[in-house]
T-cell receptor, first 118, second 112 residues
Framework: GAVVSQHPSRVICKSGTSVKIECRSL??????MFWYRQFPKQSLMLMAT?????????EQGVEKDKFLINHASLTLSTLTVTSAHPEDSSFYIC??????????????FGPGTRLTVL | DAKTTQPNSMESNEEEPVHLPCNHS???????IHWYRQLPSQGPEYVIH???SNVNNRMASLAIAEDRKSSTLILHRATLRDAAVYYC?????????????FGTGTLLAVQP
């Protein structure tokens, strides 16, 4: 298998502050990572694709200035929620793409980060 | 991404086999069928994926219809730890279309 970690697992912050979430692939290199958000009782919603050494690609409706993504190395991507507000409270999950044999790949997910904005 | 259809929920008894269906009538020739599951308050866990042939691994088996318009995830002996939301997702090969778009999945309840 493959292991992806996230840090922190849980964070509580005040409204207006910024929060950084780290996503690491522990035993493989990942040129591509993905960030998702999940609200209670809902499915995962893809926010953006993080590419090592280049700008992230955001899904429609996701504010790139609000959710800053940096993928500076082959094992680390960070998501910064800037000027967080209570409506940003959610479960943030990352995944990392690992190449299989041939031309297929598998995505492995981190355990998630629970963000609560007061 | 092609759409998949799954039942909202299913129930199973512990130690019995579970067959989780997925319909994907608009699947294209290059779409792989991926299955993930998500336990409460955790990130999704990769289960299995396949293209045309049936696949087996230590977690489950994937049975793919001959016309590829449907597939079934088989858990051979359900345990209480298998209670989760199971997602069936179509995804292109390792080229440009590499995003996983999650639907609502099937909530599997396992009774002791």
């Amino acid at each position: 298998g493959a292991v992806v970690s996230q840090h922190p697992s849980r964070v509580i912050c005040k409204s207006g502050t910024s929060v950084k979430i780290e996503c690491r692939s522990l035993d493989f290199q990942a040129t591509t990572m993905f960030w998702y958000r999940q609200f209670p009782k809902q499915s995962l919603m893809l926010m953006a694709t993080s590419n090592e050494g280049s700008k992230a690609t955001y899904e429609q409706g996701v504010e790139k200035d609000k959710f800053l993504i940096n993928h500076a190395s082959l094992t680390l991507s960070t998501l910064t929620v800037t000027s967080a507000h209570p409506e940003d409270s959610s479960f943030y999950i990352c995944s990392a793409r690992k190449w299989d044999r041939g031309d297929t790949d598998t995505q492995y997910f981190g355990p998630g980060t629970r963000l609560t904005v007061l | 991404d092609a759409k998949t259809t799954q039942p909202n929920s299913m129930e199973s008894n512990e130690e019995e086999p579970v067959h989780l269906p997925c319909n994907h009538s608009t699947i294209s020739g290059t779409d792989y069928i991926h299955w993930y599951r998500q336990l409460p308050s955790q990130g999704p866990e990769y289960v299995i994926h396949g293209l045309t042939s049936n696949v087996n691994n230590r977690m489950a088996s994937l049975a793919i219809a001959e016309d590829r318009k449907s597939s079934t995830l088989i858990l051979h002996r359900a345990t209480l730890r298998d209670a989760a939301v199971y997602y069936c997702i179509l995804r292109g090969g390792g080229g440009a279309t590499n995003k996983l778009i999650f639907g609502t999945g099937t909530l599997l309840a396992v009774q002791p």
